[in-house]
């Protein structure tokens, strides 16, 4: 495993659910485009309902995780992209299933005015590093 330091200085605000810094020392690099509510199949789950499409938007992540065999422990950053931040606490919920909450990652978090469909809720796009 690659050498990481998850780093939450006393000299910034507390984080929420993730490190101010994460540093890496050498690894294989995998980025994950944004991922959305879209099955397999192309057909989005969830329309209008904020959970639904988090959780599918996290278990695409997973997927694409699985195919670079890379795991929820290699990431290293991840950015959202919200339509309404109101939901953040429910994104909050859905992220600590899958992330890992003792050493999480660097994140940001976008409220947008629209993303490429307006039915979609929510996008998410990670970074992980590998052996």
Known sequence: ?????????????????YSHVVDVRPGRLV?????VPLDAAGEL????????????????LAAALEAADATWSDVVKVTYFLRDVSNVVQL????????????????????VSGLFRDDVLVEIEAVAVVD
């Open 31 to 35: 980025f994950i485009s944004g991922q």
């Open 92 to 111: 909050r919920a859905i992220r600590n299933e899958y992330t890992d909450t003792e050493h999480p990652p660097a994140s940001t978090l976008v409220e």
């Open 45 to 60: 789950v969830g329309p209008g309902d904020f959970d639904a499409q988090a959780r599918q938007v996290f278990a695409n």
């Open 1 to 17: 495993m690659p050498d990481r330091r998850f780093l939450s200085p006393e000299t910034l605000a507390p984080p929420f659910g």
